[in-house]
């Protein structure tokens, strides 16, 4: 069964994810898109068979096919959406902040509650990046003893001009608070934050950076610099301090270890490891291709060429010496 | 349209082709598998919606809603199978090597030829490798200048039981072939090898590791160490010398370039990038727990427990002071 | 004209410091050596021409051809050897701290005033750290912008059988509270300090580790792990968060800096810096072997081989072929 | 005993080894200077206590006081020097090339056995760089198994003007030929060498860069990358591939190993390797300054800094709140 999803809100996130569903991942179709913006609505829905179009998110989740609902909204509409989807019993797929503050989150938690199941996931992607998961099972596998503090590193290039020094907490460190939380699996417990002198880059009152600290349930100290004008990049980096040993990720695309003496990163087993993402790519990139009637990437001339080589140097192997290859002419079909 | 695929041979690499076109990628499904093997090719497809099974390529390419094939038999099953979709007209992505021997290459160019347009696409899937796609980039770009040498490690953990000395060219160091006349855009024109002393890891015979040197139509030299006992695990490197820098792949996970006195990794500009695949994982996530009837992931409590912690930062922004968490009791429905 | 040091103290780090005044670094020589210990002492002056022992302090700085003290003697016995080197006009290198408490330097500060110069260097060597440097003088240069935060780590494999909580602060943190003033030319305005769950590797009572926060009188915010039983080695790393971009020392031996979309090190330009300490270590080596009557290190042999390479390596330049190199038998004087 | 050495040669080399004797390593001191140019040689000699100038060579190994000799003049002035430091019985140590080529040197050891005690140490440094040192210490220890290949890079910023094809080798590859016999403890059996297109960066006519290849007496394929005007800046790598792993130098300051699935670097279990540099500097800059009549360095200010920015966090950790630093103001001695 193919999921149909009623994407509500097609802004930046939501016409983004209508694209993935639609083009990068398997599974799913987007049935429904709801924006009170219709023409940006039709707009994410182009081309993509039997997909609705509304500007009322209940009409989307209403369209027929529905099984699932996204709702990439902005913050304040989406307590209304999802007590939609409740009413439908549809399960959802809502971008963080659930609400935009802690009373509203708790009127749809108590909604949940009295459905009596659980029907939101909410969109931490975090917990599915490659690198947090192999920071979170290298904590759960125990190797490194408990963990003791974690250091964060948070940094936008530049922030939007309507970033507020609220925002720095409500926006970004809400990442770090739920990534603690679900590395660790324990509460925060307090909080506290220190303020430097502020970067001369920052818009005019907005205190960037800032050192965020977290106590947890369990004893461990976080300390979270968040700084949204670096001017540099984008970086989010995590070293957990562990009983035995460190590890970290965000430093240059992999998960180090310290521990007994060695600073260490792991090299994968298997080319299909390694090359895991390139399979994928290249399956997607002949399928689109093929969508659009064309014939691209590595030609018969290609794999042509590469025979004659290996020919050359099978023989080269056997005879110790230079082996020419002799190539003939491409034929236009390939130029 | 979704693409119907067929896919002829449901071996390791069949098989998992069969789980990407299926559960990974979008716009395409498995409409036809073929394998000698039946049970093997059945149970590729089980589950699949309308995927037909057959013993016969040519039946799986005539089966209805075929749009396209991907051939991932073994080797010498590969040029009738290449004729065969040449004879229904069917796009073709098919595993390297094309043929076992540049003679039965010749026969299928020959063959695509008379066609008259392309229908190939061969699988060199590094051509896809995040890396070596941002290293052909760089080499385009032209700012470190024209290449003049590369050098590439090409290291396995552990060879199978049934690789020959001449398997080293013709499986391994055929990717250097490929990825150098791919990232270069030129011909090989000559090849030698030097052969070291073996490692005593290698079954009795073969010749491991060695060292192969390719010149090109551009006099560009280039080393490939073929190592594939390696013990230590998979690894491919490479490092382009330019006339003003070098760049390099395969280390810890990123481009490295070296130009002007200083050695640099560059730092994603935004998280779009930063967390692309973390978007695609976590949508893709909760697709496939929704289909199974699952809720997982982030849950409505996470998301308020997260709004508390943000409360009290900003309420720790403003007192400069440290503000405890308040945080209920976690309800039964979120244990 | 050779500096004559009287090295008051010859304990493990005094020793030290005799070995190196006598056979590292040039331009001095120990005149004298003082321990209560008498036999320690002269276990330290073996060997050294026309070093006297003493058990005094004064009685070693009173010796003849001493210009110069190096107190390496412990902590409380510090002042006293500091005011009897003021009291002859003798520069003093005094090892961390000047005195076990606040008020003791205050003394010793005030003596220093009267006389009206100074004569005291203080020990704080990671001043010298070839990395500290290069991370001051990247400061410094000011392209980076200005210093925001500083984000420390400070880790021991294991602690000392007598170390307390308070000499986490006075022994180990005492060098991040020079290495700020240092770096940033700031006084210290307030001190923090967060406890977390200690580990479990610590000895009963040690709260290890430990998060020490400074506010510096230029709006620096300063973070400082220290944690002296982690197990896995010695590590002292510093990354400088500036306005414009971040620099790190202390990861795998050299300055990274974070800057405009890149994350760089430094390459040397000349073989002068790369390989400055092998030509100081090999004539070192050298002189000590000949000091030994001893004979060390590359012979004519090697010599001579190196050059037989070198005359087949022009050959095979010119003739593009495979040069065999002709070495005869070598002699047993080289053997 | 200090060493008295007779440096002969003034130039760049010559005079960097005279301030090396006279100021930065212990237990030897420049007994006497010869250079052509006996102006170069009175600079050379200027401030060293009793250190006579000459032009002759033979009259400088005569002058009193002389134990030693150094020889750093041009090549072809190598084997006079040392026949007739043969012929006073003194040790020397004399910078590579021995002579200009093998015949000279074939001369010299034919003297030096005639003697029949070895006198000559050659200048090959590397043999004393701390990273080539733990890499020989990695392939002695046996736990990568062994060795079957190295990869080597040797690149120059940009080639002196003198600089031809044939220097490429006798001047550059010298240092891997000596490199390679060292590490392996093997000798060197034949050579190839592969030349690429050249850098449009090179001179007219210098075939740059070059891949040079050796085949060693233990059946070692080593291949070495010289490039003389790579542009970026001075680099010398060395990647040893063996049986179980491969353990580099070169790239980032320090060993990195691979094996067992990790690559690796090690973490210094301690203060005295961490900082070892840093203390011998720290004294000699001491020394440096006494001798100058200066003070510089940490004052006793920065002692006193220190010390109360210690008793504030002592109180800290004690109360858990923000203590803050009550610092007196600078009296001016510490300005």
Redesign the interface.
């Known amino acids: 069964?193919t999921?149909g999803?009623a994407v509500i809100g097609t802004g930046r996130m939501g016409a983004?994810?209508v694209r993935?569903?639609?083009?990068?991942?398997?599974?799913?179709r987007v049935a429904a898109v709801a924006d009170l913006d219709l023409e940006r609505a039709g707009a994410a829905a182009a081309g993509i068979?039997g997909c609705g179009v509304h500007t009322d998110p209940a009409a989307a989740m209403a369209a027929p096919g529905v099984?699932?609902v996204?709702i990439a909204s902005s913050g304040p509409a989406h307590e209304a959406a999802l007590l939609e989807a409740f009413a439908r019993g549809l399960?959802v797929?809502?971008e963080?902040?659930?609400?935009p503050?802690?009373a509203g989150?708790?009127r749809?938690?108590e909604a949940?509650?009295r459905l009596?199941?659980?029907?939101?996931?909410?969109?931490?992607?975090?917990?599915?990046?490659?690198e947090?998961q192999r920071l979170r099972l290298t904590l759960d596998q125990g190797e490194l003893?408990?963990p003791?503090?974690l250091?964060c590193?948070h940094r936008?290039?530049k922030s939007p001009s309507f970033f507020t020094?609220?925002m720095?907490?409500?926006d970004s460190?809400?990442h770090e608070?739920?990534a603690t939380?679900?590395l660790l699996g324990q509460?925060?417990?307090?909080?506290?934050?220190?303020?430097?002198?502020?970067?001369?880059?920052a818009p005019q009152g907005l205190?960037d950076?800032?050192?965020?600290?977290?106590?947890t349930s369990?004893?461990?100290?976080v300390?979270v610099?968040i700084?949204v004008n670096?001017?540099?990049?984008?970086?989010?980096r995590c070293e957990a301090?562990c009983?035995?040993?460190?590890a970290s990720i965000g430093?240059?695309?992999?998960l180090v270890t310290?521990?007994?003496?060695?600073?260490?990163?792991?090299?994968?087993?298997?080319?299909?490891?390694?090359?895991a993402?390139?399979?994928?790519?290249?399956?997607?990139?002949?399928?689109?291709?093929?969508?659009r009637g064309c014939?691209?990437?590595?030609?018969?001339?290609?794999?042509?060429?590469?025979?004659?080589?290996?020919?050359?140097?099978?023989r080269?192997?056997e005879s110790?010496?230079?082996?020419?290859?002799e190539?003939p002419e491409r034929?236009s079909?390939?130029a």
């Open positions: 069964m999921l999803i983004d994810h993935r569903i639609d083009s990068v991942i398997g599974g799913a068979e099984d699932a996204l399960p797929l809502c963080k902040p659930l609400t503050d802690p989150t708790l749809v938690m949940e509650r009596g199941r659980r029907l939101v996931t909410v969109g931490f992607m975090r917990r599915y990046d490659a947090y003893g408990r003791l503090m250091h590193r936008n290039a020094t609220e720095l907490i409500r460190v809400v608070a739920d939380r679900w509460e925060i417990t307090a909080v506290q934050v220190l303020r430097p002198r502020s970067t001369s880059y205190g950076p800032q050192l965020v600290l977290f106590e369990g004893g461990v100290v300390d610099e700084f670096c001017g540099f990049g984008y970086e989010v301090v009983e035995r040993g460190t430093e240059s695309g992999g310290r521990a007994a003496g060695r600073a260490a990163h792991g090299i994968p087993q298997d080319f299909t490891i390694r090359f993402g390139a399979y994928d790519r290249e399956v997607q990139a002949w399928v689109d291709a093929t969508r014939v691209e990437g590595a030609s018969t001339w290609d794999g042509y060429a590469a025979a004659l080589v290996c020919e050359a140097g099978v080269a192997q110790g010496g230079r082996i020419e290859v190539l034929p079909l390939y």
